[in-house]
């Protein structure tokens, strides 16, 4: 499930996101991930041991402020049953839309980081790797 990595035209918005990334690679992609913020809705697939995939749509309410707390919805498998909910705010939202976009750019998957999948979940874990 191709995503469309077109840039924001939003540039007020883009700054204001900017001071929250350190590194140079996701500064680079603000603008891309705010595009797909804006969207409101994100179409993929969990890959999980053992092959298996399972089709996700994270959906969201999209608001411009990066410290406005939002609620994020992922459906699986267009399952209601294994539906979850996870709030945080918008600015830790955009960066795991970040990731997604540089997984996509190298390995052409659309998935969450398995830290997004650790808050999704409320599993604590030891590091934030990927």
């Known amino acids: 499930m191709p995503i469309e990595l077109k840039r924001s035209d ?4 883009v700054s204001a996101y900017f001071p929250y990334y350190r590194e140079q690679s996701k500064k680079e992609t603000v603008p891309f991930a705010i595009n797909l913020y804006e969207s409101g809705k994100l179409e993929g697939e969990r890959q999980i041991e053992g092959g298996l995939v399972i089709p996700f749509v994270g959906t969201w309410r999209v608001s411009g402020l990066p410290e ?3 609620l994020f919805r992922v459906i699986f498998n267009g399952d209601p049953e294994l539906s979850y909910e996870v709030t945080m705010k918008n600015s830790e939202f955009i960066n795991y839309l970040i ?3 540089i997984t996509f750019r190298n390995k052409s998957i659309v998935d969450f980081p398995k830290v997004f999948y650790s808050r999704l979940f409320r599993i604590k874990v030891a590091s934030e790797n990927n």
């Open 10 to 13: 939003n540039n007020a918005i």
């Open 68 to 70: 406005e707390v939002g």
């Open 99 to 101: 990731d997604v976009i």
